[in-house]
C-alpha cells in the first residue's frame, strides 16, 4: 500500500535536530520544550502507523519517486511500527526525565538526541541494506556525542571502546553488503527475498558470506558474547536519558537479525527459520543469559547491573527465535516490548537513586536516599518485573518462551533443557543480586537519617523533580499494563511473527511500486552483456 505520509516520522527529527544545532544558544527551556514536542509528535506518528499496519498492510513509499530497487524505498509493517512505538516511548519518557536538569551538561544534547531519533526511526522504516547502513552510521555518530555528555575519565574510556568496535562493525558491514551485492546485483530487501532463492551454487556461497558478516555486525549489535564489551561499560556510564534510549539500540541488531532471517529461502517444509542454525541461536542464548546473570549479580553499582541486565534479556529473546516458529518468535516479540521498557525505566531509577544518595549507586552500605518512601516501591515493581516473577509480564514472556521453546520440534529433546535451565536459573540468579542491592541501596538502617526527617528538613519531598519521576514511574508501569492488556498484544505479536515468517505480504508491497523481479532480470541481461 503506497503511504505518502510514511517519511514524516523520519523527516521531523531531522529537521528538528537541525534547529537545535543551529539554535544551540537558545534558552534550555526553549530546546526543552521543541524536543519534547518533536518526540511526542513521532510518537503519535508511530501509533497512526501501528494502527494503520494492525490488519496486516504493509505501507510503502519511494522516496523521490524512484521505483525499487534502484531508488530509496521505506517500508512499515507491523514489527517496523512496533518498533517505532517502542522508540517514540522511550524518547518520550527519556526528555521528561533530561528535564530534570540532565540535559544541561552538554550544549547539544537536544540536537544530538533528535539525530538519535532520526537513526533510529530510519533503520527500523529502511527498505535495503545500504540505507540501513546509513542509518546504523547516524544513530552511532549521535549515540557517540550522548555518551560524551558531561564528560568526565569512564564515559571517555566507555566512548573509545564503543567507537573502536563499533567502527570494526562498519566495516564488516560493508563489506558484507558488497559480498551480497556482487551475488545477486540488488541490496532492495524485497528484491533480495526473489532472487537469492534463484542463485546459482557459486553465487549463493558469495551472498552466504556475506550473510555471515552481516551477522556477526548485528551480533555485535545486540552485544552477544563474545562481541559485547563495548555495551555495559557505555550504558553504566551514560547519562540516564542516554542509557535509558539506548535500551533500545541493542533491539536495533536483533530488528535487522529477523529482518535478514526473513530473506532466507523457505525449503517448503518447514518456516524459513526453523531449520538456520537452531544449534547456534540456542547456544548463543545460553551463552548470553550466562554471562548476563553471571555479571549482573557480580556487579558493584546499580548502573552496571542493568546494563547486564540488558544483555540477558538479549539471550532471552534469542531463546524464543531459535525454535523458528511463530509462537517462539511471538513470545521474543512481547518479551522485547516488556524488557526494552522496564530496563529503560530501571536506568531512570538507578539515576533518581544514586542523585540522592552521598554513596551515588555504589552497592555498599550507606544511607538510604531521599524519597526512599517512594524509590523503594519503584524498584520492587522493577524488580519483579525484571526478574520474571508473575503476576507481572515478566513472567508471562518468559514461560510463553519457555513453552514455545518445548513444543518446537526444531529445538528437540536434547536442546530445550539446555534454555529452560538458563532461563529458570538466570531468573533465579537476577533475584538474588537485585535483592541484595535493593537492601543495600534503599533499607534504612539504625542511627540512618529517615527520609521523613530529610522531607522535614529540606521542606519537602526535593529530591525529586517531578518530570523525571513521571518518566520513570510511566516505563515501569508498563509492566502492569502488559499483563493487563496480554490478550490483544499476544495476539498482535502472534499476527506480526507469522507477517515475518511469510514475507510474502512485504515483497507484494515493495513489488506494487514497481515488478522487482522484472528489473532483477533486466539488471542481470544487462551484466551478462
Known amino acids: 500500500m503506497n503511504a505518502p505520509s510514511l517519511p514524516l516520522p523520519l523527516v521531523l527529527p531531522l529537521a528538528l535536530g537541525a534547529l537545535l544545532l543551529v539554535g544551540a544558544r537558545l534558552p534550555l527551556a526553549v530546546q526543552r520544550f521543541i524536543g519534547l514536542l518533536g518526540t511526542l509528535c513521532v510518537l503519535a506518528a508511530a501509533l497512526d502507523l501501528l494502527a494503520r499496519t494492525a490488519q496486516g498492510d504493509v505501507l510503502v513509499t519511494a522516496i523521490g519517486g524512484w521505483p525499487p530497487p534502484f531508488g530509496i524505498v521505506l517500508v512499515c509493517d507491523r514489527l517496523s511500527a512496533l518498533m517505532l512505538t517502542l522508540t517514540g516511548l522511550l524518547g518520550t519518557a527519556a526528555l ?90 540488488t541490496l532492495n ?22 550473510g555471515l558478516l552481516l551477522f556477526t555486525v548485528f551480533a555485535l549489535k545486540a552485544a552477544l558474547p563474545p562481541l559485547h564489551a563495548w555495551m555495559v561499560p557505555a550504558y553504566a556510564a551514560a547519562p540516564a536519558p542516554v542509557a535509558a534510549l539506548f535500551a533500545i539500540l541493542t533491539k536495533v541488531g536483533l530488528y535487522a537479525m529477523l529482518r535478514l532471517l526473513s530473506l532466507v529461502p523457505d525449503t517448503g517444509s518447514e518456516p524459513a527459520l526453523a531449520g538456520f542454525a537452531t544449534w547456534l541461536l540456542t547456544g548463543a542464548a545460553v551463552v ?22 540488558v544483555m540477558l534479556s538479549m539471550g532471552t529473546l534469542l531463546a524464543g527465535i531459535a525454535p523458528g516458529t511463530p509462537e517462539g518468535l511471538a513470545a521474543a516479540l512481547y518479551y522485547l516490548v516488556h524488557t526494552t521498557l522496564v530496563t529503560a525505566g530501571l536506568f531512570l531509577l538507578a539515576d533518581l537513586i544514586a542523585s540522592g544518595r552521598a554513596q551515588g549507586d555504589r552497592l555498599v552500605i550507606g544511607d538510604p536516599p531521599r524519597d526512599a518512601q517512594i524509590l523503594a516501591p519503584l524498584f520492587l515493581l522493577g524488580a519483579i518485573a525484571i526478574a520474571g516473577l508473575p503476576p507481572l509480564s515478566g513472567f508471562l514472556g518468559k514461560a510463553w518462551i519457555l513453552i514455545a521453546v518445548q513444543d518446537s520440534a526444531a529445538t528437540g529433546p536434547t536442546v530445550w533443557p539446555w534454555i529452560w535451565a538458563a532461563v529458570l536459573g538466570s531468573s533465579f540468579v537476577v533475584l538474588l543480586g537485585l535483592s541484595r542491592a535493593g537492601t543495600l541501596l534503599l533499607w534504612r538502617r539504625r542511627g540512618a537519617v529517615s527520609p521523613s526527617a530529610i522531607a522535614s528538613r529540606d521542606g519537602g519531598l526535593s529530591g525529586l523533580a517531578r518530570p523525571a519521576l513521571v518518566g520513570t514511574s510511566a516505563l515501569l508501569a508498563a509492566s502492569p499494563l502488559l499483563m493487563l492488556f496480554a490478550g490483544p498484544l499476544t495476539g498482535f505479536t502472534l ?4 507477517q515475518i515468517l511469510d514475507n510474502g505480504g512485504y515483497v507484494a508491497a515493495v513489488a506494487g511500486l514497481a515488478p522487482l523481479s522484472h528489473a532483477s532480470d533486466a539488471r542481470e541481461e544487462g551484466r551478462d552483456r
Open 96 to 185: 521528561l526525565h533530561a528535564s530534570g536538569g540532565a540535559d544541561a551538561s552538554g550544549r547539544h544534547f537536544h540536537a544530538l538526541f533528535q539525530f538519535q531519533l532520526f537513526g533510529l526511526v530510519g533503520a527500523f522504516l529502511t527498505g535495503d541494506l545500504f540505507n540501513l547502513f546509513v542509518f546504523f552510521e547516524v544513530l552511532l555518530i549521535a549515540s557517540y556525542g550522548l555518551l560524551m555528555q558531561g564528560g568526565g575519565p569512564a564515559r571517555t574510556r566507555a566512548a573509545l571502546h564503543y567507537v573502536v568496535l563499533n567502527l570494526v562493525g562498519s566495516s564488516l558491514f560493508l563489506l558484507g553488503a558488497a559480498l551480497i551485492y556482487a551475488a545477486t546485483g
Open 495 to 498: 499476527a506480526t511473527a507469522r
Open 189 to 210: 530487501l524485497a528484491d533480495l527475498a526473489i532472487r537469492l532463492g534463484q542463485l546459482p551454487p557459486v553465487d549463493a556461497r558469495l551472498a552466504g558470506a556475506g
Open 288 to 309: 548470553t543469559i550466562t554471562a548476563g546473570s553471571l555479571g549482573a549479580l557480580a556487579s558493584t553499582r546499580l548502573g552496571t547491573m542493568i546494563g547486564y541486565l
